[in-house]
């Protein structure tokens, strides 16, 4: 059985609901407690046997990732001899050591856009994929699980949570876990896409069947339902969910990683005494 070792990471959209941050600062480089985003993604990756990384960018945001994931021999120079500034870079360090990254631009529109741009990078039958502006704090990564699950069943699978607040993306699945359907809104059913799926390279065979849709986007949730029903189930993620993508989520998310570090107590006594 082949080992999924490769994920593409979609990093496209100007992050406006970010805004002011987001006009210089491209919102996969907002700081969760003391790292960016898009490095607890890649820590995911990593954490998971993945050693392969496709981003697909825009021109905006490019310099700044790239920058990220590339050694800075001034800055290493620059603390050299200092144990404490030193191992504030381990992290960062072992997972430029350990994966391999590759930048592709997106060519069209959507999520499903964003994908194929980056078929041509894919050598493996099946590859991770993951949303940029998706976290998730869980004792398994949240890409693993899913990995898991193909290992034992050799199909593709989408990441959902439940939730009582967020009614778009709703799944409705059968009784084997098959998607069946996405709805807006059912006040029955609480289970909702997230941005961690595995995928085969059949995905990108689909490409000529779709349609665009009213703002000009091809959407993968939509080419999954309507192009290769049957052949993807949906399975819960266990672990908390953040969306990055809105202020919200961002600050919810620094709490929680922040309560993990040296400064808990005291993050804790500010807090309840507001």
């Known amino acids: 059985m082949e080992k999924i070792n490769e994920a593409i990471i979609l990093l496209g959209g100007m992050g406006t609901r970010m805004l002011p941050y987001t006009k210089t ?8 407690y003391d790292v960016p985003n898009i490095h607890l993604i890649v820590k995911e990756c990593l954490n998971s ?21 590339t050694t800075n021999n001034y800055l290493n120079n620059f603390i050299k001899g200092n144990k404490e500034k030193e191992k504030l870079l381990d992290d960062i360090n072992e997972i430029i050591k ?4 590759s930048y592709v631009y997106q060519q069209e529109r959507g999520t499903y856009g964003a994908l194929y741009s980056a078929r041509k990078y894919i050598k493996g039958e099946a590859f991770a994929l993951l949303y940029g502006d998706d976290l998730f704090d869980s004792k398994t990564p949240a890409i693993k699980q899913l990995i898991d699950k193909y290992n034992s069943e050799q199909i593709m699978s989408m990441g959902t949570i439940d939730t009582n607040k967020d009614k778009v993306g709703i799944v409705k699945k059968d009784n084997k876990n098959y998607l069946v359907d996405l709805i807006r809104s059912d006040k029955n059913i609480n289970e909702i896409i997230i941005g961690r799926m595995i995928l085969s390279k059949e995905v990108f065979k ?14 993968l949730p939509q080419a999954l339902l309507h192009h290769l029903k049957g052949k993807v189930k949906c399975y819960p993620i266990d672990g908390k969910y953040f969306n990055i993508g809105d202020k919200i989520g961002y600050i919810k998310a620094s709490i929680n ?3 993990k570090s040296s400064y808990k107590d005291e993050l804790i006594d500010y807090i309840r005494n507001i």
């Open 25 to 32: 600062v491209s919102k996969e480089m907002i700081p969760i």
């Open 49 to 69: 046997g993945i050693n392969k990384i496709i981003f697909v960018i825009t021109k905006y945001n490019r310099k700044l990732i790239e920058n990220y994931f």
């Open 98 to 101: 350990k994966i391999k990254f």
């Open 206 to 219: 689909i490409h000529k069947d779709l349609k665009y849709s009213s703002t000009n986007e091809l959407y």
């Open 257 to 259: 990683y922040a309560l």
